[in-house]
């Protein structure tokens, strides 16, 4: 800071007094600017020892964005509308009431199935990383999808529970948390319906995700088995799963849960492949 004094008296004070306001204004301004100036370095150093990156692309993103997602892949994002399946949700090129797969038999146990999001890579991405790698909080990105999806269909206005779809015990252990079971607990915050984990899955199964259709049903035959039958019984309850392919894990789950007494089955996923 610069102080110009001068020989005579008079501007000596002049002088002086300017440049105490001068460092008032300073000392000011410097006090304003210090708490931004601090709350910018947590921010950079927060960055740099927790980096936040998009889940698909893999693009650096701010760490106050909310999504998990860069704009460009959330983008990538595709809710399902327009002409699909009565049954299952699947989209339909060409229309029509039913896809090729559920012409073939009308004698479904889950009759009614809709899912929040196409199976676009974003979407998987999200899904291989809730799942696999562990980040957990993403079911509270896909909730609010689901229960949009949830209010756009009044056939589960009725509905007494949701039930999610179980994983085996050693698959829990290795885990440590159902994906389906997190994305039940946090639609029902949305849509007030309770969770009631009625089933267990009582054999170890392959994934799903290497068989074809003939063989997804194959796997999961009489692999689940109701806990909970008095609860269920008369009962319309809603499946919850995180994807939905050939509906064929759904099917099952649905066959149990009818055969233990259940009024009424159908399903909301996250995705639908």
């Given amino acids: 800071m610069q102080f110009l004094i001068f020989a005579k008296t008079s501007n000596y004070h002049v002088d002086k ?23 910018l370095f947590k921010s ?39 002409l699909i399946c009565k049954r299952c949700g699947q989209p339909l090129k060409d229309g029509g009431r039913y896809c090729y797969s559920c012409r073939k038999s009308r004698n479904f146990k889950c009759g009614f199935i809709r899912s929040g999001l196409k199976f676009t890579p974003s979407a998987r991405a999200l899904i291989h990383n809730f799942k696999y790698q562990g980040y957990i909080n993403i079911s509270k990105f896909f909730a609010p999808l689901m229960h949009k999806t949830f209010r756009n269909n009044p056939e589960f206005f009725e509905a007494d529970f949701l039930v999610p779809v179980p994983i085996h015990k050693s698959k829990f252990k290795k885990r440590g948390f ?12 949305l849509c007030g ?13 392959k994934s799903q995700t290497s068989l074809g259709g003939k ?8 692999v689940f088995e109701c806990a909970n039958k008095a609860f269920v019984k008369n009962k319309a309850v809603i499946l919850i799963d995180d994807v939905c392919t050939t509906c064929a894990t759904l099917e099952e789950c649905a066959r149990v849960l009818k055969k233990s007494g259940a009024r009424e089955v159908l399903a909301i996923t996250a995705l639908k492949e």
């Avoid at 319906?193 to 199964?205: F, G, H």
Wanted: aromatic share 8%; glycine share 2%; proline share 6%.
């Fill in 17 to 39: 007094n300017h440049a105490q306001i001068k460092f008032c204004y300073n000392y000011v301004y410097l006090s304003m600017k210090i708490p931004i100036m601090l709350k």
């Fill in 44 to 82: 950079w150093s927060l960055h740099i020892l927790f980096p936040r990156a998009c889940f698909c692309c893999g693009r650096d993103m701010a760490r106050k964005d909310a999504n998990p997602l860069c704009p460009e892949c959330m983008a990538d994002l595709k809710p399902i509308d327009g």
């Fill in 178 to 189: 159902n994906q389906a079971a997190l994305l039940a607990r946090d639609l029902s915050k």
């Fill in 193 to 205: 319906v309770p969770v009631l984990e009625a089933l267990e899955r009582k054999i170890k199964t």
């Fill in 215 to 222: 063989e997804r049903l194959e796997n999961v035959r009489r």
